[in-house]
């Protein structure tokens, strides 16, 4: 461009016709400069904290898994290069898994089960919620949408501790069963019963479900649900046919939302039962963390639980990478 410039104002015909052109073909060049400088500026404050926040502390833990054990004090003393690492640790958690000896199979199928159950009902739950606040509510949408964000404001201990005060052997549940003491009923609800700690699960998380489904169900487009309508589909078959095809990706989000956390929750099962017989994995993390010359065992679980996270991390990158190019 400043050659051409130069050769016109050499061969005297730099006229203001031509410098209107030239402008106009300079322009366009450098809004895109500025956009293809702005999204890696943009993507350097992301990049910083997922570096400082989660990589870096994932090597901590890497280093303390393959580290080694102090023999007089029994802490954790990791070992910060990767060629002098002892998979000592990784190999006594994997060889306790399965077998005789498998001391932490049970607690990873329990968590498996709980947390598959209690996804399931968060979804039956919060799918009908959020169906209901993002398409029907009306002028109503704003309250109800501030009802649904309540539960954050309240820290998850106090509500399983209202749990706790409802589920004594004198509590509120039992009460109600007794029909105020016309019959004896005295369950122990916190002594180890399954049912508990899935329900409280769900009481815990089903918020963090209903949000996203929410958020989601809101962005549909409306035009394609009333097309849907406008060529005799019933309102069923336009649930069933359009509206939750859309959503899928919303949904795969929701779950992940609510059942990533879940797999690592301890103080549930803590709070509500107490009890080995309800213990999760979280519960063996936070039992090897607390237990001395164990927390290589801790961390070894932590990543045997991070590897069984990624798989439905990867199937979400999938199912919205090919809902982009459908759309």
């Known amino acids: 461009m400043a050659q051409r410039l130069a050769c016109l104002q050499g061969w005297g015909i730099l006229t203001p016709v031509v410098l209107t052109e030239v402008a106009a ?5 450098s809004k895109r400069a500025r956009g293809s400088a702005l999204g890696p500026a943009l993507a350097v404050p992301g990049i910083i904290w997922l570096l400082l926040f989660f990589l870096a502390p994932l090597y901590v833990v890497l280093a303390i898994v393959f580290g080694r054990t102090d023999p007089i004090f029994r802490t ?7 060629l002098q ?5 990784v190999n006594y958690v994997l060889s306790r898994i399965v077998g005789d000896n ?3 199979g049970p607690a990873l199928l329990r968590t498996a089960i709980y947390v598959l159950l209690a996804g ?3 979804l039956l739950l919060a799918f009908p919620v959020a169906y209901y606040v993002a398409r029907l509510s ?8 501030a009802a649904l964000i309540a539960p954050f404001w309240i820290s998850y201990m106090m509500r399983m501790l209202a749990w706790v005060n409802l589920l004594q052997d004198d509590g509120l ?3 109600l069963f007794s029909l105020g003491g016309f019959f004896d009923v005295r369950t122990h609800w916190l002594t180890g019963q399954p049912v508990v700690v899935v329900l409280g699960l769900v009481y815990g998380y089903v918020a963090y479900m209903i949000l996203p489904l929410y958020a989601g169900l809101d962005r549909l487009p409306q035009s394609t649900l009333e097309a849907a309508r406008d060529l005799g589909a019933s309102r069923f078959a336009s649930f069933w046919r359009v509206t939750l095809p859309m959503c899928r990706p919303t949904i795969v989000a929701a779950v992940l939302l609510t059942c990533l956390p879940m797999l690592g929750d301890y103080f549930t099962s803590d709070m509500l039962s107490a009890s080995p017989k309800t213990a999760m994995v979280g519960n063996l993390i936070n039992d090897s963390v607390q237990s001395p010359g164990q927390t290589g065992q801790a961390g070894a679980l932590v990543m045997l639980v991070l590897l069984v996270a990624v798989v439905p991390m990867f199937y979400y990158v999938r199912v919205t990478a090919r ?5």
Not at 25 to 29: F, G, I, L, S, Y
Not at 138 to 145: E, I, N, Q, T, V
Request: aromatic share 10%; charged share 15%; with cysteine.
């Open 25 to 29: 073909q300079a322009k366009p060049q």
């Open 76 to 82: 954790a003393v990791p070992v910060w290069n990767p």
């Open 85 to 89: 690492w002892n998979p000592s640790q």
């Open 102 to 104: 498998g001391i932490f």
């Open 120 to 122: 399931l009902l968060c």
């Open 138 to 145: 009306g002028r109503w949408k704003g309250l109800l949408l």
């Open 173 to 175: 549940v039992n009460r």
């Open 323 to 327: 809902g982009d190019a459908a759309s």
